[in-house]
């Protein structure tokens, strides 16, 4: 069974500071994703990273895949108020998606 | 833009009670999910549906739970017999292809909030 382990799961940024998400999965992932959420809204789809060495980037946000290290990160450069959300990833085995458990991020003045 | 849609927002039902969750996926998209996610946790996958079938399920989604698509817009969830640890957030997902597909992005809808009493 894929299990998907998010660090930390929750941080508090200065705005302008740079800082990571780590995603590790203990099996074969097919994909991995990464999803946001603000609070009671749906999960809005950041990145869907296919293959080795993946890296996807969209304004402040980057994530990338290591599949021999089974390790997705997310980084956030020169954070903002508006990134203050929880942020998901997730893998896939199998048409299975498992999630993390999230990352509650509140970036701060 | 396309979305997906699901009805009620929120939903109270009395323990026992069956309920049905309804969801309009994207248009042309060929593969229906399911999730929850219980209040302040994570986002569990429950089931897969595809070419009106279902294609995965979780552990989670025991003989309680029952996916349909009626008709050629709604995809629906159903519980039967309600429980009180049923009580989450239910999402509704659609995407063109599998998950394991080229065109995987999932998108979801709003929720529906399923309070059991």
């Known amino acids: 069974e894929l299990k998907v382990e998010q660090n930390p799961l929750f941080l508090s940024m200065q705005e302008g500071k740079n800082y990571t998400i780590y995603c590790n999965y203990s099996?074969?992932?097919?994909?991995l994703y990464w999803y946001r959420q603000d609070p009671g809204k749906s999960l809005e789809s950041l990145f869907v990273?296919?293959?080795?060495?993946a890296v996807k980037q969209e304004g402040r946000l980057m994530a990338s895949l290591d599949t021999k290290a089974r390790l997705s990160t997310l980084h956030i450069t020169a954070a903002v108020h508006d990134l203050s959300a929880t942020y998901f990833c997730?893998?896939?085995?199998?048409?299975?998606?498992?999630f993390g458990a999230g990352t509650r991020l509140t970036v701060k003045p | 833009e396309p979305e997906v849609t699901q009805t009620p927002s929120h939903q109270v039902t009395q323990m026992g009670q069956e309920v049905i969750l309804r969801c309009v996926p994207i248009?042309?998209?060929?593969?229906f999910y399911w999730y929850r996610q219980i209040l302040g946790q994570k986002v569990e996958f429950l089931v897969s549906?595809?070419?009106?079938?279902?294609?995965?399920k979780s552990e989670i989604f025991d003989d309680q739970f029952s996916v349909e698509r009626p008709d050629g817009s709604n995809f629906t969830l159903k519980i039967r017999s309600t429980k009180l640890e049923d009580s989450a957030m239910y999402f509704c997902?659609?995407?063109?292809?599998?998950?394991?597909?080229?065109?995987?992005?999932?998108?979801f809808g709003p929720g529906t909030r399923l309070t059991v009493l």
């Open positions: 549906f595809y070419n009106n079938e279902i294609s995965e």
């Open positions: 990273l296919l293959s080795n060495g």
């Open positions: 099996t074969t992932s097919d994909r």
């Open positions: 997902a659609s995407s063109y292809s599998g998950l394991a597909g080229v065109y995987n992005e999932q998108f």
């Open positions: 248009s042309n998209h060929l593969y």
């Open positions: 997730a893998g896939l085995n199998n048409n299975d998606m498992r």
